[in-house]
């Protein structure tokens, strides 16, 4: 069994700043691309963030420059750094993994979700 857990969502002023985590625990050998995803109500899920094993970063063009995506390889944790918020920032947020599983079996795990809101 594997499972992500995140942390780190709460209300913010605009102009604020949030860090989230996520940890991944269980049977785990190797975890790859590690992200960020959310949804806003009444809107589909988009991809916020991603960063591969080495470090490689990938941001939607609505967070570049405001929000950081770092992760601890040894802790199995992703983070989102997430500065200078704005309302329109205010969603659920998802962790995502692609995890190779200690019996070679390689899926995508989602955390529950954490709730951040942006009031103006």
């Known amino acids: 069994q594997v499972q992500l857990v995140e942390s780190g969502g709460g209300l913010v002023q605009a102009g604020g700043s949030l860090r989230l985590s996520c940890a991944a625990s269980g049977s785990i050998f190797r975890i790859d691309v590690m992200g960020w995803y959310r949804q806003a109500p009444g809107k589909q899920r988009e991809l916020v963030a991603a960063?591969?094993?080495?470090?490689?970063?990938n941001y939607a063009d609505s967070v570049k420059g405001r929000f950081t995506i770092s992760r601890d390889n040894a802790k199995n944790t992703v983070y989102l750094q997430m500065d200078s918020l704005k309302p329109e920032d205010t969603a659920v947020y998802y962790c995502t993994a692609a995890i190779i599983q200690t019996g070679g079996y390689m899926r995508d795990y989602w955390g529950q979700g954490t709730q951040v809101t942006v009031s103006s």
């Open positions: 960063i591969t094993r080495s470090g490689i970063t």
